[in-house]
């Protein structure tokens, strides 16, 4: 996994509250059994029409939406089905870090175990941001900071282990491996 | 020294704490058991080779198939074709569990079914254990007092790998339910009302304990209901104390403790109710005996009334706007008689045999309307086996509807099982997102009461009024 630690990027931004992991993948799509390759199904159901053909109208369909990093979204983004289906397609996109008032639980976690960055804001710089789709930002992963075009900072809550894994590109699982002693003495005493 | 008075979940997860959380790191909790599936494991057992790891405790472990399976008996049992890629799933999980050692509940075993409903019909989901799956609604587990949860694909690998999950400690919030559900009235509606109450993310971050009197009525199955949808309301976990109705729905299953263990067990397991004094993160209070039959209008589980309600206005809001176009509805109308294409009962919310009985005991004597196609699909292979000996596949088939072999079928549509386009759908499942049943499908969630009613009337009926 690519350590995360500094990104500049524009954003693409979908108004909608309550975007649910069955929106970010159908079902349909997860009879695959490897990771790969699901970028091409994010959103599906708004991207494509019926017949499979790209709905013009859809901001990813749009030519000021390539090579943007950044999704800004209206709040609960992620809810729903546990589906890790859901990170993996962002991130195929492209995609490395997505902005909203609120994050789904699970998701969030998600995302995080992919280098895919949950980022909350307060209500004023999340209006903002819906407003200004297109708008350039750059986002500090250590600082746990977010510059606006202007020049505002905004810094961002991260939990300390989540930034950790974040800049050395980790997954958590080599920090549980290292506690096996723990686990051991643990499984003995129940 | 007296220790401070404990909520439910505080014993549940203290018991679990392997290392505890520090400002640095999370919480190391151990699970003990885990449940996997055909749909969200392949790419962690993928995991494990990538970083050489293996099964730390298989027998910790167990796999059912059930996201991608068919429901038809003939490609279940009679050898007919599968999807391709239901079968490569199918494979990979055979393979995955015989590689480490790991038990199967097979496409053709008889205690198969959707991996929430075997685990507390087998006797293994018990109380005070911490149970995770690939999969969101494995809430439904903590009706036993377990502490439940939902992981990604990556936290299975780390399950599989260490038994442990990194977890920072979520708050708890208490929903007091005071209060008789009144007749016609389901731990469906109860769910759906809570959820109103609470919203769609009212619950984010938090585990949700469901106690008062009206609890303490619901026999264990309806209890599996209302913590199920408890991820509709953002919670992860919902739980219920165990109690006397806990305990004489375990004693005597597979996989649950007997003899002294039995007795071990319960002394322990007497111990988890919360205690006097106790404190909570958050306190909400709701009426159950107010509750109406609901259903949902909408694209969220949010977005739902009592079924003799109005659609709800919300002028200048656009996202509401849209979820009434998708489904096909106007704002201020209401949704009773309403017609309706199709008729699903099913799904880990609402297959267990009790929800057969409840929807058959509406179809007995009647025949669902003409035109409209009605699933039944039973939570499990053991539910099938009951309704049908008692009988409850021949009322559904002389309706007319369908009876077909356990999976999650139409509840996410991944096996062919589909509602149409621009169709509506009553179902008894827990999700009316955005093509949930099939693209373009409009789902319409509500009880099996409700829902067999409207089966009979083709129209959303209000199972109080079909007499
Ligand atoms: S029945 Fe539906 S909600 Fe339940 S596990 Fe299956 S797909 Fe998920």
Redesign the pocket.
């Known amino acids: 996994m690519e350590p995360f630690t500094r990104l500049t990027s524009r954003t693409v931004v979908l108004p909608a509250a309550n975007i649910d992991t069955d929106q970010i993948i159908p079902a349909r799509f997860l009879t695959t059994t490897t990771r790969a390759g699901l970028g091409e199904r994010l959103f599906a159901d708004w991207r494509y029409d019926e017949h499979g053909a790209r709905r013009a109208q859809f901001v990813l369909n749009q030519p000021a939406a390539a090579g943007c990093r950044i999704l800004v979204a209206g709040a609960n983004f992620g809810c729903g089905?546990s589906r890790e289906h859901a990170a993996w397609a962002l991130i195929d996109h492209g995609f490395r870090a997505v902005i909203s008032t609120e994050i789904a639980d699970i998701f969030r976690n998600n995302a995080l175990k992919n280098g895919l960055l949950p980022l909350t804001v307060a209500e004023p710089t999340a209006a903002w941001l819906l407003a200004h789709p297109g708008a350039a930002l750059t986002i500090d992963v250590e600082h746990g900071t977010l510059t606006l075009p202007a020049g505002e900072i905004v810094s961002f809550p991260l939990e300390p282990f989540a930034r950790h894994c974040l800049l050395e590109g980790l997954d958590g699982l080599g920090f549980l491996l290292s506690r096996a002693a723990e686990i051991d003495a643990f499984e003995r005493r129940t | 020294m007296a220790r401070a008075p404990q909520t439910l979940f505080d014993k549940v997860w203290q018991r679990h704490e392997v290392c505890p959380e520090s400002t640095a790191t999370p919480a190391v909790l151990y699970v003990d058991l885990h449940l996997i599936h055909e749909v969200t494991s392949p790419q962690a057992f993928a995991l494990l080779r990538e970083r050489g790891l293996t099964v730390r405790r298989a027998e910790r472990t167990l796999a059912t198939m059930?996201?991608s399976t068919p429901t038809r008996t003939a490609q279940v049992f009679g050898g007919a074709p599968i999807a391709i890629d239901a079968a490569a799933q199918i494979h990979e999980l055979e393979q995955n569990c015989a590689r480490y050692g790991i038990e199967l509940l097979g496409l053709t075993h008889g205690q198969r079914g959707?991996?929430?409903v075997i685990g507390p019909e087998l006797g293994l989901t018990q109380p005070g254990e911490t149970i995770v799956c690939g999969?969101?609604?494995t809430s439904t587990h903590g009706a036993l007092g377990a502490l439940a949860f939902g992981i990604g694909s990556t936290e299975v690998a780390h399950v599989l790998a260490t038994q442990c999950l990194l977890q920072r400690k979520p708050r708890r919030l208490a929903v007091n339910l005071s209060g008789r559900l009144a007749t016609g009235v389901t731990a469906k509606d109860l769910i759906l009302a809570i959820i109103a109450r609470l919203g769609i993310s009212g619950g984010t971050g938090h585990v949700l304990e469901y106690r008062g009197e009206t609890i303490d009525a619901l026999d264990m199955e309806e209890r599996m209901t209302v913590c199920?949808m408890s991820i509709e309301a953002g919670a992860r976990a919902g739980m219920i104390a165990p109690d006397e109705t806990t305990f004489a729905y375990l004693a005597g299953r597979p996989r649950a403790p007997a003899g002294e263990d039995w007795e071990r067990a319960l002394a322990c397991w007497r111990e988890l109710r919360t205690d006097p004094g106790a404190s909570f993160d958050r306190e909400v209070a709701m009426d159950a005996a107010a509750i109406e039959p609901m259903i949902t209008y909408g694209t969220n589980p949010g977005m739902v009334i009592p079924i003799g309600g109005q659609i709800p206005q919300r002028p200048g809001d656009a996202v509401f706007a849209r979820a009434l176009e998708y489904m096909g509805l106007s704002a201020g109308e209401p949704i009773k008689d309403h017609p309706v294409n199709v008729v699903f009962i099913?799904?880990?919310?609402n297959?267990r045999l009790s929800d057969l009985r409840t929807a058959a005991a509406v179809l007995r004597g009647r025949r669902i309307a003409s035109g409209l196609t009605m699933l039944v699909v039973p939570g499990s292979q053991q539910v099938k086996r009951a309704a049908e000996a008692e009988g409850l596949d021949r009322v559904f088939l002389e309706a007319g509807a369908e009876w077909r072999e356990s999976g999650?079928?139409m509840?996410?549509g991944?096996n062919g099982d589909v509602v149409g386009r621009g169709q509506y759908a009553i179902s008894t499942?827990?999700?009316n997102f955005e093509g949930r049943q099939g693209a373009g499908a409009r789902t319409l969630l509500a009880s099996p009461l409700t829902a067999a009613a409207s089966a009979v009337r083709g129209r959303v009926t209000d199972p109080r009024e079909l007499g």
């Open positions: 089905s | 059930d996201h959707i991996v929430h999969d969101s609604h199920n099913g799904s880990c919310t297959s999650c079928s509840c996410l991944m499942s827990n999700r």
